[in-house]
T-cell receptor
Framework: EDQVTQSPEALRLQEGESSSLNCSYTVSGLRGLFWYRQDPGKGPEFLFTLYSAGEEKEKERLKATLTKKESFLHITAPKPEDSATYLCAVRGDSSYKLIFGSGTRLLVRP | GAVVSQHPSWVICKSGTSVKIECRSLDFQATTMFWYRQFPKQSLMLMATSNEGSKATYEQGVEKDKFLINHASLTLSTLTVTSAHPEDSSFYIC????????????FGPGTRLTVL
């Protein structure tokens, strides 16, 4: 059964304090791993799609990496506006559905 | 690029009435659209999947006669909550998929439904 586990559940950082969010997954035939950012009362905002182990993508202060078992979302020198819930999801060969993790709630204090 | 809109962004209705929510892909054609429901502090729960011109596929436990989905074109899908009750109050989010490699889903801003 396809499964996604995100950790930590919540993370508090000081502005400028870099850290990483983890997304561990099990899936039969990875078709894509997706990172989204969700602000309260809004729909998820697309960040990255990763397709194969070793792939990395960057956007501003965010960098996503992928191995065969997990993905990391690295946040470098975060700012308060980076505060949000970060969702990880996977799609495998056996299904058209996205399997979501429970998310990591990030709070960046000024 | 890859912008998805939803209308309305919020709606309040009386118990027993029906409510229609529209989901549009503004700058791309969506081969597939999805409807999710999200409860406070929980992740997204897939309700149904729709392809243009085909009947929607509903997830187990989702009443297809209550949540009517119509995918009239490659840029528009609608969700109608029929005979709404207070327990249907929730945050409804749609997504659209382009069909390219990896099948990235792009999400709309969501619709907050409150049934009195």
């Amino acid at each position: 059964e396809d499964q996604v586990t995100q950790s930590p559940e919540a993370l508090r950082l000081q502005e400028g304090e870099s850290s990483s969010l983890n997304c561990s997954y099990t899936v039969s035939g990875l078709r894509g791993l997706f990172w989204y950012r969700q602000d309260p009362g809004k729909g998820p905002e697309f960040l990255f799609t990763l397709y194969s182990a070793g792939e990395e993508k960057e956007k501003e202060r965010l960098k996503a990496t992928l191995t065969k078992k997990e993905s990391f979302l690295h946040i470098t020198a975060p700012k308060p506006e980076d505060s949000a819930t970060y969702l990880c999801a996977v799609r495998g060969d056996s299904s058209y559905k996205l399997i979501f993790g429970s998310g990591t709630r990030l709070l960046v204090r000024p | 690029g890859a912008v998805v809109s939803q209308h309305p962004s919020w709606v309040i209705c009386k118990s027993g009435t029906s409510v229609k929510i529209e989901c549009r892909s503004l700058d791309f054609q969506a081969t597939t659209m999805f409807w999710y429901r999200q409860f406070p502090k929980q992740s997204l729960m897939l309700m149904a999947t729709s392809n243009e011109g085909s009947k929607a596929t509903y997830e187990q436990g989702v009443e297809k006669d209550k949540f009517l989905i119509n995918h009239a074109s490659l840029t528009l899908s609608t969700l109608t909550v029929t005979s709404a009750h207070p327990e249907d109050s929730s945050f409804y989010i749609c997504s659209a998929q382009t069909g390219t490699r990896g099948d990235t889903q792009y999400f709309g801003p969501g619709t907050r439904l409150t049934v009195l």
